[in-house]
Nanobody, 124 residues
Framework: QLQACGGGLVQDGGSLRLSCTNS????????VAWFRQAPGKEREFVAA????????AYADSVKGRFTISKDTAENTVFLQMHSLKPEDAAVYYC???????????????????WGQGTLVTVSS
């Protein structure tokens, strides 16, 4: 079971760190990703990390501002978000899937395991 937390209200240009913890076991061999969905919009890929190794991927819209990382001891994946913009406001979801090829990382339908979502609000 994935548990996402860390959302909140932040001003334009501010920072937040989201966390995704697997309470059901280890992320070993999984790809863990963050997606977001704003009202009236489709769920979109934000970032992903492969639990084994250091491979990561980012949406172009967040490159240079967001960083995805992991803490293997805590079985947690983080999304550090800097320079937040109003257009970053959304419900952020973490997702996980095992043995996922890299070309599928950005596809939300490729993931079977989802957290409950955490709301990020950015005030202008």
């Amino acid at each position: 079971q994935l548990q996402a937390c860390g959302g909140g209200l932040v001003q334009d240009g501010g920072s937040l760190r989201l966390s995704c913890t697997n309470s059901g076991g280890t992320f070993r061999r999984y790809v863990v990703a963050w997606f977001r969905q704003a009202p009236g919009k489709e769920r979109e890929f934000v970032a992903a990390i492969k639990w084994s190794g250091e491979h990561t991927a980012y949406a172009d819209s967040v490159k240079g501002r967001f960083t995805i990382s992991k803490d293997t001891a805590e079985n947690t994946v983080f999304l550090q978000m800097h320079s937040l913009k109003p257009e970053d406001a959304a419900v952020y979801y973490c997702a996980a899937e095992g043995t996922l090829i890299r070309s599928s990382w950005r596809n939300p339908t490729a993931y079977d395991y989802w957290g409950q979502g955490t709301l990020v609000t950015v005030s202008s």
